[in-house]
């Protein structure tokens, strides 16, 4: 039993170090965040025939590797009193599943947001290998050329402004 519960904590301890969930969760609930670069490619629509239950998900090509993030369809809780909703979020590498966890969906006044956190208890199935590393590479290269677009859109919004203000002799 202890080295049943070391293996399950030790998953989940290598998940946690190298920020599976939160790079998860923001791919999924940021989507519109993030373009293409010229090492990373990114698509915000999943269909690939081993997904039929998905329901919300991204591609993320680099080098030679396809990750896919995606979720499937999130159900009510049979609980009572409970309004939450839980799903399995899916880690596909090279087209082979390699984590399966449980997710919930949040809501709030200004939507939903899933919550791809890692715990021990919601791991159902992990296949630890570089697909760890190379989803932390597409995510700063995506986060990276975000900030750079970001950076840029508000340079011309304040060139635009600047080009409108005239401070005569002050």
């Known amino acids: 039993m202890g080295d049943d519960q070391d293996k399950i904590s030790r998953a989940a301890e290598i998940l946690k170090k190298n920020r599976v969930g939160d790079i998860a969760g923001k791919l999924l609930n940021e989507s519109f965040r993030y ?13 690939k025939e081993y997904l039929e239950d998905s329901t919300n998900g991204i591609v993320s090509k680099h080098q030679s590797h396809e990750l896919i993030v995606a979720t499937t369809k999130f159900r009510g809780s049979a609980a009572p ?12 590498f090279d087209g082979v599943l390699v984590l399966k966890v449980g997710v919930s ?3 709030d006044e200004y939507g939903s947001t899933i919550d791809f956190s890692v715990y021990p208890f919601s791991i159902k199935s992990m296949k630890a290998g570089e697909w760890l590393g190379m989803l932390t590479t597409c995510f700063e290269v995506l986060e990276a050329d975000e900030k750079r677009r970001d950076e840029a859109r508000k340079a011309g919004r304040d060139r635009q402004q600047a080009s409108d203000i005239d401070l005569g002799d002050y």
Do not use: N
């Open 81 to 92: 009193d409970d309004d939450s909703y839980y799903a399995d979020g899916l880690i596909y």
């Open 35 to 47: 373009a293409s670069t010229p090492s990373v490619s990114f698509d915000r629509h999943v269909k």
């Open 105 to 107: 969906m949040e809501f």
